[in-house]
């Protein structure tokens, strides 16, 4: 059974701090990860994804995150944050067709 | 490209009462998605069509859920006999299509259905 585990609920940090955002799985296969986000009111928007090649992605609005296979960990980074990245942001694990969802994790921005 | 448009944005029925939510996916995509989102189970899995035709419909409530995709523009997602558990937030999604290239998934705003 894949599982996607985000650890924390909620993360503060101020305006300008950087900050990351942890995601582990559990899969045995091949498998893509995925970050979304989510600001309040509205959908999901895709932010990045990983399958194969270089471990470190980069994402929309100076978001990156990196694979690490040895810690089944797909954590999600910015090096300075905007009050505007204040929102839910989701890890997911694609098998097959289907996602396997995290419980989300809420970026709380300080000003 | 107006992405994924579901209507309504908010939806109030009484207990019993019959729910209908619309989905629009992007012209194109093969693949469409619904969830529900609650703030106790998060996102969960309900459905998936690819080309019209339903493949998965494991996360749907079998007795009063039902989706349908009659033509390539619009799905639809009717709950029956509404309960107030059936209050969530029903996001719908598509993608050109999903597989083994792991397409992204464009979501609707989402429709919060409050059942009283």
């Known amino acids: 059974t894949q599982t996607v585990s985000q650890s924390d609920a909620h993360v503060t940090v101020f305006e300008g701090d950087s900050v990351e955002l942890r995601c582990n799985y559990s899969y045995g296969g091949s498998i893509y990860l995925s970050w979304y986000i989510q600001h309040h009111g509205r959908g999901l928007q895709f932010l990045l994804k990983?399958?194969?090649?270089n471990p470190v992605v980069q994402g929309v609005n100076g978001f990156e995150a990196e694979f690490s296979k040895s810690d089944s960990s797909f954590h999600l980074r910015k090096a300075s944050v905007h009050w505007s990245d204040s929102a839910v942001y989701f890890c997911?694990?694609?098998?097959?067709?289907?996602?396997?969802w995290g419980s989300g994790t809420k970026l709380i921005i300080k000003p | 490209n107006a992405g994924v448009i579901q209507t309504p944005r908010h939806k109030v029925t009484g207990k019993g009462q019959e729910a209908t939510l619309w989905c629009e996916p992007i012209s194109g995509h093969s693949a469409v998605f619904w969830y529900r989102q609650t703030i106790v189970q998060g996102l969960e899995f309900l459905t998936y069509?690819?080309?019209?035709?339903?493949?998965?419909d494991s996360g749907m409530p079998k007795e009063r859920f039902s989706a349908q995709m009659p033509n390539q523009s619009h799905s639809t997602l009717k709950i029956q006999s509404t309960q107030p558990q059936d209050s969530a937030v029903y996001l719908c999604a598509s993608s050109f299509r999903l597989g083994t290239s792991a397409e992204t998934l464009y979501f609707g705003s989402g429709t919060r259905l409050t059942v009283l």
């Open positions: 069509f690819r080309n019209q035709a339903p493949i998965d």
């Open positions: 990983y399958y194969s090649g």
């Open positions: 997911a694990v694609i098998s097959n067709y289907q996602l396997i």
